[in-house]
């Protein structure tokens, strides 16, 4: 059964300290995979893709890596913001119609 | 704002009760999908268009029935609500799907559905 596991579940760091959140997987065949970002209450909003060949892809000061090899993709969080509370959710697809297999998520809080 | 939105945002039904939810997109997306999301669970797929005219079951179906009104709109039914179906409902769509696709989702707000 496809899994996707995600750590820590929850995380509070200081504004402005760097964070990482982990990402592990268990699909096959491998497509791509995806962060979300989740704000309370709110549906997730697209942060990375990143396809088998694809190390390392950024977007501001979020940079997602992708090891193929072990299954494990981690999401690093620079400087961060209290606009960064929310959860991370990390997805990977198998390349099938429509099928992702979503990780339960890391809630981060960023506090002063 | 571009986007998916989805009405109503919060619902509460008794048991037995029917609702609809509606879903539209205005990105000319060709796919559109129903997720659920529970506590401590990622999110889980009810249905799915890949293209008007097409639906398909997900992961989790049961009790609920989809239509592709059109391009833009896709609604989710429930015919008769259970307490298993109180959840966070959310819609998304994407331009299309299919294999080896890295096309993004974009995500409605969610529907917060409580049946009791």
């Known amino acids: 059964k496809n899994q996707v596991e995600q750590s820590p579940q929850s995380l509070i760091i200081l504004e402005g300290k760097n964070c990482t959140l982990q990402c592990n997987y268990t699909v096959s065949p491998f497509s791509n995979l995806r962060w979300y970002k989740q704000d309370t209450g709110r549906g997730p909003v697209s942060l990375t893709i990143?396809?088998?060949?694809?190390n390392t892809k950024s977007n501001g000061r979020y940079t997602a890596t992708l090891d193929a090899d072990t299954k494990q993709s981690s999401l690093h969080i620079t400087a961060s913001q209290l606009s960064d509370s929310a959860s991370y959710i990390c997805?990977?697809?198998?390349?099938?119609?429509?099928?992702?297999?979503f990780g339960t998520g890391t809630r981060l809080q960023v506090t002063l | 704002n571009a986007g998916v939105t989805q009405t109503p945002k919060f619902q509460v039904l008794k048991t037995g009760q029917s609702m609809t939810l509606q879903c539209a997109q205005d990105?000319?997306?060709?796919?559109m999908y129903w997720y659920r999301q529970d506590p401590g669970m990622g999110l889980r797929l009810i249905y799915y268009s890949a293209s008007e005219g097409t639906t398909d079951k997900g992961e989790v179906p049961n009790g609920y029935n989809v239509s592709r009104l059109n391009k833009r709109e896709f609604s989710l039914r429930l015919e008769s609500a259970a307490p298993s179906q109180t959840s966070v409902y959310f819609c998304?769509?994407?331009?299309?799907?299919?294999?080896?696709?890295?096309?993004?989702?974009?995500f409605g707000s969610g529907t917060r559905l409580t049946v009791v």
């Open positions: 990105m000319n997306h060709n796919s």
């Open positions: 998304a769509s994407s331009e299309r799907t299919g294999a080896a696709s890295g096309y993004g989702y974009t």
């Open positions: 990143m396809t088998f060949s694809e």
């Open positions: 997805v990977v697809s198998d390349g099938t119609a429509s099928k992702l297999t």
